[in-house]
């Protein structure tokens, strides 16, 4: 594994750099190249990402925040180890927060909105990379639930999904069955939207998630 590689995988550098060198590491770990219980040595990332080790160790004091690195005094960082029942009680907070987002978005949905939303369930058939399957997953539900502002909600749905999706992302996007299947779901989350049926639009979304329960691997590593 190299830091390198993940950074180069990510695109041109862009923004602060502490908010960067966070990027890299959150996609090392949420990948599954960074396993739980890896340390992460700020010398190393410093040296391999070629910058200074103060927004290295900016980087991890805020992944620390989001519970996907440990720091302990003396010891330095290591990435989170999560058990599987930590997962699961995740999942269902992520089913009732993104249930509760799309009751206050829905309502106020446009027509460019279903436009977009429409757009991104045809790519998602056709998509096969891993990571462009994970960005197309992730933009759905941010267009469904993007009229909801509540942001410490918003905070909550980030630190889970960064917990639960380097579990899952896997089993949920190496699958074609799987993969089409989640675009049907979708789709039929965003036609009961617009046919004003709200209730059952949260409904979908949230046996949507809960279904990926059965793809968190045991064990998890």
């Known amino acids: 594994m190299s830091y390198k590689e993940i950074a180069d995988r990510l695109g041109p550098r862009t923004g602060a750099t502490q908010d960067w060198v966070y990027q890299v590491l959150k996609e090392g770990i949420v990948s599954g190249e960074l396993k739980g219980g890896t340390q992460l040595k700020q010398d190393e990332i410093s040296s391999?990402?070629?910058?200074?080790?103060?927004?290295?160790?900016?980087?991890?004091?805020?992944?620390?925040?989001?519970?996907?690195?440990?720091?302990?005094?003396?010891?330095?960082?290591?990435?989170q180890i999560l058990q599987r029942s930590h997962v699961m009680d995740m999942m269902e907070i992520r089913a009732?927060?993104?249930?509760?987002?799309?009751?206050?978005?829905?309502?106020?949905?446009?027509?460019?909105?279903?436009?977009?939303?429409?757009?991104?369930?045809?790519?998602?058939?056709?998509a096969t990379d891993l990571m462009k399957c994970e960005q197309l997953n992730y933009r759905f539900h941010k267009l469904i639930t993007s009229h909801d502002d509540n942001v410490v909600a918003d905070m909550f749905m980030e630190i889970i999904q960064s917990s639960i999706d380097r579990y899952i992302?896997?089993?949920?996007?190496?699958?074609?069955g799987r993969r089409l299947a989640?675009?049907?779901?979708?789709?039929?989350?965003?036609?009961?939207?617009?046919?004003?049926?709200?209730?059952?639009?949260?409904?979908?979304?949230?046996?949507?998630?809960?279904?990926?329960?059965?793809?968190?691997p045991d064990p998890l590593e």
């Open 48 to 79: 391999m990402l070629s910058v200074s080790p103060i927004p290295v160790r900016e980087a991890l004091r805020k992944l620390e925040a989001r519970g996907l690195v440990h720091i302990e005094t003396n010891r330095g960082a290591t990435v």
């Open 96 to 126: 009732m927060l993104s249930a509760m987002k799309l009751k206050n978005s829905a309502p106020f949905l446009t027509e460019e909105d279903y436009r977009q939303i429409a757009e991104v369930i045809e790519a998602q058939r056709n």
């Open 169 to 176: 992302r896997h089993s949920l996007y190496d699958d074609d």
């Open 182 to 216: 989640s675009a049907d779901e979708h789709e039929a989350i965003m036609n009961a939207c617009r046919s004003g049926d709200y209730e059952k639009a949260c409904e979908l979304l949230r046996d949507h998630i809960l279904n990926a329960k059965d793809f968190v």
